[in-house]
């Protein structure tokens, strides 16, 4: 039990609609980052958030947006949704933003858009 | 900028067998290195780290996995696999700072009764 949750589960989107997905980090950690995992490939680096700050991004257009709240749990909004966009969103949590902390990944929330 | 291989994106082994998983990193600083399992539907549990300590890690499962600094890997074995191994095995990379992990593309293992 890594103690990540994600909300929702499942989401079903048209294109050009906005959704937003939601993460509770592990008890203790401070740091979140966000993961696209498109079907058959690895997970890509969205960003990050740590103390409510984002610490880093990856290649996602503006689009892609997140925040993070005091109690760090944590949101991740994508506007104008592409096909493209279907993919699984994994959540993860750290205790600090060294680089050898393990980060301890929720379930995900697999999102269609069609 | 940080990036990671995995050669073979399947690979099949027959139960009791030894599983091995490629993982070459690139990397001008060694880096933190990281080897993750997700089964179906599922998200990503870590099996092992290498942080500097040590070359040789063992994980959870009976995985361990050697850091060759000279050959760039962090290969993945086990000596003998079971049918609960069965699953997507990812390799990752982190910084020295930062805490920001890249992925390999995956390696799915496939073990044969």
């Known amino acids: 039990e890594t103690g990540v949750t994600q909300s929702p589960t499942h989401l079903i989107k048209t294109r050009g609609q906005q959704v937003t997905l939601r993460c509770s980090s592990q008890?203790?950690?401070?740091?979140v980052s966000w993961y696209q995992q498109a079907l058959g490939q690895g997970p890509q680096f969205i960003f990050q958030?740590?103390?409510?700050?984002?610490?880093g991004r990856g290649n996602f257009p503006p689009r892609f947006s997140g925040l993070q709240f005091p109690n760090y749990s944590s949101e991740l909004n994508v506007n104008a949704l592409e096909l493209d966009d279907s993919a699984l969103y994994l959540c993860?949590?750290?205790?600090?933003?060294?680089?050898?902390?393990?980060?301890?990944f929720g379930p995900g929330t697999r999102l269609l858009v069609l | 900028a940080q990036s990671v291989t995995q050669l073979g994106s399947h690979v099949s082994v027959s139960e009791g067998a030894l599983v091995l998983l490629r993982c070459n990193y690139s990397?001008?600083?060694?880096?933190?290195l990281f080897w993750y399992v997700q089964y179906p539907n599922q998200g990503l549990q870590l099996l092992l780290k290498y942080t500097s300590a040590a070359t040789l890690v063992k994980g959870i499962n009976g995985f361990e996995a050697e850091f060759k600094k000279s050959e760039t890997s962090f290969h993945l074995t086990k000596p003998s696999a079971h049918m609960s191994d069965a699953a997507e095995y990812f390799c990752a990379v982190s910084p020295l700072t930062g805490n920001q992990f890249y992925f390999g593309t995956g390696t799915s293992l496939t073990v044969i009764p």
């Open positions: 008890s203790g950690h401070n740091t």
């Open positions: 993860a949590s750290s205790s600090n933003l060294a680089g050898q902390e393990t980060q301890y």
């Open positions: 990397s001008s600083v060694p880096p933190y």
């Open positions: 958030y740590y103390r409510e700050e984002e610490n």
